[in-house]
Nanobody, 130 residues
Framework: QGHLVESGGGSVQSGESLRLSCAAS????????RGWFRQAPGEERKGVAL???????GYADSVKDRFTISEDNTKTTLYLQMNNLKPEDTAIYYC????????????????????????WGQGTQVTVGS
């Protein structure tokens, strides 16, 4: 069974950039929903940027115009380019795939196919200092 491995996290100052990568090991991304979530201390996990099964892309309002999700042509690596980072972006970032269909709302709430657990990475820490 394949798995996902995130990389690219770290500690930066406000206004700086990071690029997260999510490598799919043992399989390629299908057309099923895939993307990035994050969880800050004491908060629930929220969607950040997702690619739905039809290829449409959605972002949480808090990251629009600053973050960009993409994937490579081989469908084995997912990226999240994060620009103009802010302290409130501090969180553990998770890559996920095989989520069925999904819809991300402005506040980061994700509606997705019921009963599908998906494939999740172990997470990578992003810390943004003020």
């Amino acid at each position: 069974q394949g798995h996902l491995v995130e990389s690219g996290g770290g500690s930066v100052q406000s206004g700086e950039s990071l690029r997260l990568s999510c490598a799919a090991s043992g399989y390629t991304f299908t057309k099923s929903c895939r993307g990035w979530f994050r969880q800050a201390p004491g908060e629930e996990r929220k969607g950040v940027a997702l690619i739905d099964s039809d290829g449409s892309i959605g972002y949480a309002d808090s990251v629009k115009d600053r973050f960009t999700i993409s994937e490579d042509n081989t469908k084995t690596t997912l990226y999240l380019q994060m620009n103009n980072l802010k302290p409130e972006d501090t969180a553990i970032y998770y890559c996920a795939a095989d989520l069925g269909t999904c819809l991300i709302k402005g506040d980061g709430t994700v509606y997705r196919s019921m009963g599908i657990v998906g494939t999740w990475g172990q997470g990578t820490q992003v810390t943004v200092g003020s």
